[in-house]
């Protein structure tokens, strides 16, 4: 069965959905992201689209911040990856990847007097960081950007040149992921990633007002704490060093998970293994990323495949 895409108002083979060479979204970032996890539970036969409303409701704003008006609501763009989703017949996990941007064919850098448009592609999705066995990380000479210059609450497609630079400047100086300060020298966040650290046993992340994309899965991690752990999590100004000497510390993100971060700039985290406050969030989040937690219920938009049809 080919991939679809949902491009121009319409289902259609991935192989057809093509973009002139003059979008205006190609040549200067103009677009906004979501990256929305589709996990396949294979003896329930079923997918489980977590936290769907939250991610496009994230991308409803950060169209608004680039001035995109879409015609659809958060439930209608639900309903088209669903059917996305169960045209693609895919039976593993997948990544479903809407993008709205602005397709006017038009040279200028601006953001008003320009069309916009919408599409969704569906992919599957191999493991991003070695969220097994825990990743090598280290802090980033890039800063990362600030809502001053392109709003990192937005997904928005310019400002992932700089988690870009910062991702393989690391990778090629041996590391799995980045981790990148402000501007002021605080600790922001993985390159797609939001950082956990557990400072005397107390659970703390940046804040907001340190240039982190709002996580959807920062914020089931800081609910799961405290719901099931009776853990609160801290969101204050974190300094690099307090990265050295943290107990443990973990990213998380749609496409990571939860990843437990075993090193950092050469210095062991903690024990220099998968801390027991890390496993144990792991082992909640992987329950409630695939449905399997019933107190959870407003988190799954379960879906049972259909026979295809177009
Ligand atoms: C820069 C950045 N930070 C954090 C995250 C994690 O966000 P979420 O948990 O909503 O996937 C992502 C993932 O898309 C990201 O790109």
Redesign the pocket.
């Known amino acids: 069965m080919p991939p679809y895409a949902f491009f121009q108002k319409q289902f259609m083979p991935l192989s057809e959905a093509k973009i002139g060479v003059l979008t205006h979204a190609l040549h200067y970032g103009t677009a906004c992201i979501?990256?929305i996890r589709g996990n396949w539970d294979s003896r329930q036969r079923r997918f489980c689209l977590f936290r769907i409303q939250d991610?496009y409701r994230?991308m409803l704003g950060g169209c608004r911040i680039l001035k995109i008006t879409l015609p659809y609501t958060v439930d209608k763009l639900c309903r088209l990856s669903v059917e996305l989703v169960n045209k693609s017949g895919y039976q593993e996990d997948v990544y479903i990847r809407p993008l709205a941007y602005k397709s006017s064919e038009a040279l200028g850098v601006r953001l008003h007097n320009l069309e916009d448009d919408f599409l969704i592609v569906v992919t599957t999705l191999p493991p991003y960081l070695d969220a097994e066995n825990g990743v090598r990380s280290c802090v980033s000479s890039w800063r990362r950007v600030d809502d001053t210059m392109i709003p990192?609450r937005g997904?928005i497609c310019g400002?992932?040149v700089n988690?870009a630079l910062a991702k393989t400047e690391a990778y090629e100086n041996g590391f799995d992921e980045a981790i990148l300060l402000t501007q002021d020298g605080h600790v922001s966040?993985?390159?797609?990633?939001?950082i956990f650290l557990v400072l005397e046993g107390k659970l703390i992340t940046p804040p907001s007002s340190d240039n982190?994309?709002?996580?959807?899965?920062?914020?089931?991690v800081m609910k799961l704490a405290k719901n099931e752990l009776g853990i609160d999590t801290i969101e204050r100004q974190v300094d690099r060093s307090e990265l050295y000497v943290a107990e443990e510390c973990f990213f998380?993100?749609?496409?990571?998970n939860v990843a437990p971060i075993l090193e950092i700039d050469h210095r062991p985290i903690g024990t220099g293994k998968i801390g027991r406050v890390t496993a144990k969030l792991r082992k909640l989040f992987a329950e409630v990323m695939v449905g399997r937690n019933a107190k959870y219920p407003e988190w799954y938009y379960l879906v049972s495949p259909k026979a295809v049809k177009v």
């Open positions: 979501e990256g991610h994230r990192p997904k400002i992932y988690s966040e993985g390159s797609g990633e939001n982190i994309l709002m996580g959807i899965t920062r914020d089931t998380t993100g749609t496409a990571a």
